[in-house]
């Protein structure tokens, strides 16, 4: 029979996580506990230069004098920052490794995921670089790739091949002193990318890196480097999915985008770690800082699918350095059950005639609180800034939270910021509307949200779309009501 | 095809539907009529299957299947459709792709594949020129600034998409100037055949005139209390609703 409130509420009940397994695969896991004795370790472990290791350790000194952040609109128990082991590798990582060497175990993790290496060598014109915990354990195209003058490799190595880039460029964006999070993330980053596209070049294919986590109790710590040199472009896709767990998992990552004068990146995300269950027991703390650099004439473009995590913290941001610059932030917030997202953006207008764009779309079911917490800034020798900004919420039921909290801070006259803002409500009547068409009621809510959420998925490379629009799908079965 | 046997319907718990007998035949077009809270778009509702309204005694018949426990998405597979008085808006999803989305779910019901993009494509042409609908107008967001009239408009296309067995017009001709009411009423017309059926729900009979009706029954208090041809609407057109209000009032 069709749909009341009530039934549509029970009917809908949360899908189970859809890859919520884990893989049992012989991990080479520290011991809990953050000291310089770990950070020294985890520099050894990767075999890095004394430079590096020099530069973890003044991360961790000023880390260890830093407090959380507190201001952000998320509740949540606090993580012991001495329980969680710092670095873990699957055991039969070895980048030398061909495909046919790789643990059966790995390969069928990814078969469940739907991106085996196997079909990603296949996959035209996308080169995988596939981490696993914390150790990349395969990367293809590479060969294409360096035809082109274009490094992409795991930051690891990067910092043993190409000292020089990582060095002038590492933590110029988002420095060491930077937040509690970005903090800690210097001092024990495990693995991550590591992206120059050389002067003139437009990268052929888009890239792309999964992450995962998959050791119970790891903390998984991203770094992120990114530097497109004068006018070449690149687009970078990021997809995240990590298995269930029952005790929450941090997750604080940090990309650093480097756009040098007329260059353009394209940076887009898909994040699927696990949301705990419908109870709001587990799930992955996301605490993460993006943040790009624009040169002059250069652009840099984020955009976000977010559907995973517990709890979300997440700004990525651009610096709008050089005349006319442009920044671009396109999300997707998606909350259920109990699930909590404090995500947005801050644009930072500092050359002439920069311009930036905002269209944040927050989606909230359940029992979730959703807040966009936005900055525009404008300096005061920023003539002819322009910012256009747009927060849609949308809600389902009766029981969830949005939030929009814009701040503007304008200190030249010329600027011109407009701001619009909008709250619906998923109804009986549109539901209803739907299955008179012959639209069942599940297929009806992926339909409006869908078309909610439009203009944002329209910016995603058609490789990512599809998979953004399932990942919807999924995560906002069991909401309605 | 439609059987309707002592209809009880009601609504937090107030009975809005009394006991309403109606059958309507393959090649038939039914008006209903009657004032305002006389419980027709009630009546349309509950033929649709929104189970707002709860169904407290009788039966509604679809070619012999009884309809108690078919969902509406259902009802709307085996050939049900309900052309809304307001229709609703869904930002971001174009009348193309709800149109495709509908078509689709109604095959995948069948146990068919979607329909190839080439057929959609042709059908859509067939149906808009048919309605006169400018092209343009499909790639729109469903409803959302549409005006009165191209939203009614808009709800005939879908039934010119779906083609239904039965199609309730519930106050289609409220919100239309003269020329897009013409088009409307041609558009069904048009539409019309010996196997579908037509069920107009509509306070006046300015619709009667383009569409013009079989039987006429007019609603009053959840029951329906007179039963005619096309001159009883031409006698409450001239004698207004008052005299069958005396006339059952007991």
């Known amino acids: 029979m069709a749909y009341t409130e009530e039934e549509l509420k029970k009917e809908l009940e949360t899908k189970e996580y859809e890859y919520g397994f884990y893989t049992d695969i012989e991990s080479d896991t520290f011991p809990i506990g953050l000291n310089e004795e770990i950070v020294i370790a985890i520099s050894k472990k990767k075999e890095e230069p004394e430079w590096m290791t020099l530069w973890r350790l003044e991360a961790f000194k000023i880390w260890k004098e830093m407090e959380e952040p507190k201001w952000a609109n998320v509740h949540y128990e606090k993580p012991d920052f001495q329980k969680i082991s710092y670095y873990s590798a699957p055991k039969s990582a070895d980048p030398n490794k061909t495909l046919d060497d790789v643990d059966p175990d790995l390969l069928e993790m990814y078969r469940k995921l739907g991106i085996s290496v196997d079909e990603q060598k296949k996959l035209q014109n996308v080169a995988v670089d596939i981490v696993v915990d914390s150790v990349s354990v395969a990367t293809t195209f590479k060969k294409t790739l360096a035809e082109k003058g274009i490094i992409f490799m795991p930051i690891s190595e990067a910092i043993k091949e190409h000292p020089e880039l990582v060095k002038k460029y590492m933590g110029t964006v988002v420095p060491k002193t930077d937040n509690f999070y970005a903090a800690l993330n210097s001092a024990v980053f495990t693995d991550g990318s590591f992206c120059y596209i050389p002067k003139g070049v437009r990268c052929p294919m888009e890239l792309s890196t999964y992450f995962r986590i998959n050791q119970a109790g790891t903390g998984q710590f991203e770094r992120t480097l990114l530097i497109a040199d004068e006018d070449s472009y690149v687009s970078y896709l990021e997809g995240c999915t990590a298995p269930s767990r029952d005790e929450n998992q941090l997750h604080a990552a940090v990309v650093e985008l480097i756009a040098l004068d007329g260059a353009e990146i394209k940076y887009s995300t898909v994040q699927n770690w696990f949301p705990g269950n419908k109870e709001g027991k587990g799930g992955v703390y996301n605490f993460v800082t993006k943040r790009g650099l624009c040169e002059k004439n250069a652009k840099i473009s984020w955009t976000q699918v977010e559907t995973g995590s517990a709890v979300t913290w997440k700004y990525p941001s651009c610096i709008l350095k050089g005349d006319n610059s442009i920044g671009e932030f396109y999300s997707i917030a998606v909350t259920n059950n109990y699930q909590q997202a404090d995500t947005g953006t801050k644009m930072i207008h500092l050359g002439k005639n920069t311009r930036s764009t905002i269209i944040s779309k927050g989606i909230s079911a359940g029992k979730s609180q959703n807040s966009y917490r936005g900055l525009v800034q404008v300096s005061s020798r920023a003539d002819g800034a322009r910012n256009f900004s747009q927060c849609d919420s949308l809600l389902m039921g009766n029981e969830c939270g949005a939030h929009t909290f814009p701040y503007i801070e304008a200190k030249n006259k010329t600027a011109m910021i407009e701001h619009e803002a909008t709250t619906s409500k998923i109804g009986e009547d549109q539901i209803f509307y739907c299955n008179q068409r012959g639209i069942p009621t599940e297929k009806a809510i992926a339909l409006i949200v869908n078309g909610f959420s439009k203009e944002v998925l329209n910016k995603l490379p058609m490789e990512f779309a599809v998979e953004a629009q399932k990942l919807l799908e999924i995560s906002l079965e069991g909401s309605v009501g | ?250």
């Open chain 2, 1 to 250: 095809m439609l059987k309707i046997k002592d209809l009880h319907a009601s609504v937090d718990d107030k009975e809005i539907l009394r006991g309403i007998n109606l059958e309507v035949k393959a090649g038939e077009v039914h008006a209903i009529m009657g004032p305002n809270g006389s419980g027709k778009s009630t009546l349309a509702s509950v033929i649709a299957g929104n189970e707002r309204f709860e169904v407290t005694q009788g039966s509604i018949e679809l070619s012999g299947e009884d309809l108690e426990e078919v969902s509406p998405e259902e009802r709307a597979h085996k050939g049900v459709f309900l052309s809304f008085q307001y229709p609703v808006e869904i930002p971001g999803v174009s009348v193309t792709n709800f149109m495709k989305t509908a078509i689709n779910e109604s095959r995948k019901a069948k146990g068919l594949e979607d329909m190839p993009a080439k057929d959609m494509l042709k059908l859509i042409r067939e149906k808009s020129e048919l309605l006169e609908i400018d092209r343009k107008f499909l790639s729109r967001s469903l409803n959302e600034g549409f005006s009165g009239g191209e939203k009614k408009r808009n709800e005939i296309f879908q039934m010119a998409m779906l083609e239904p067995k039965i199609a309730i017009l519930d106050e289609t001709d409220s919100g239309l100037d003269i020329d897009a009411l013409r088009i409307v009423a041609s558009g069904v017309n048009k539409l019309k055949s010996k196997d579908n059926a037509v069920i107009l729900i509509t306070h006046y009979q300015r619709l009667l005139e383009y569409i013009v009706p079989d039987f006429v029954h007019v609603l009053h208090n959840g029951k329906i209390v007179k039963s005619g041809g096309k001159e009883l609407a031409l006698e409450l057109e001239e004698k207004g609703y008052d005299w069958l209000k005396q006339e059952t009032a007991v």
